[in-house]
């Protein structure tokens, strides 16, 4: 078996990385995971959080909002709705995330089923828990 696997993570705006990877630890929307080469296959959602990256150059961490990560068992990919790299990540633009999924739970409650709402709280609750992980402060991004 292999002890690296390719990695390629994109979103609408650019490809962050691409490299080999001896593991990448995924938010996923059912729960955490980590991949390493030789993975069962799969395709899972992801939750906002940390994708973390480990490669022969240290690890590495990148904010996503969602999407998808494929798993193929010798590579992840990883489509992010959106998506950067921790060190690009401002209170400003964190601020700006907080606030649409805000705007996306309040339209919920005043359009949707309960179902639909308790997603977009969670939503949100995902979005303020990585702020607090990373050091922006949630509070900041009050409507």
């Known amino acids: 078996m292999a002890d690296t696997m390719q ?5 609408p705006e650019r490809k962050l990385t691409s490299v ?3 593991e ?3 938010p996923g929307a059912e729960g955490d995971l980590t991949a390493m080469p030789g993975h069962a296959p799969m395709i899972t959602t992801l939750r ?3 994708l973390t990256v480990v490669s022969a150059e240290g690890s590495t961490e990148y904010v996503v909002t969602g999407g998808f990560a494929e798993i193929t068992g010798d590579s992840v990919s990883v489509l992010a709705e959106r998506g950067l790299p921790t060190t690009e990540m401002t209170q400003e633009v964190y601020t700006s995330m907080v606030v649409e999924a805000k705007r996306h739970h309040q339209s919920a409650r005043e359009e949707a089923g309960e179902e639909a709402v308790e997603a977009a709280a969670k939503l949100l609750a995902d979005m303020m828990a990585m702020g ?3 050091g922006l402060d949630p509070q900041q991004a009050s409507l």
């Open 7 to 11: 990695f390629d993570l994109v979103s």
């Open 20 to 22: 080999q990877a001896r």
């Open 24 to 26: 990448v630890r995924i």
């Open 48 to 50: 906002p959080g940390i």
């Open 132 to 134: 607090t992980h990373i």
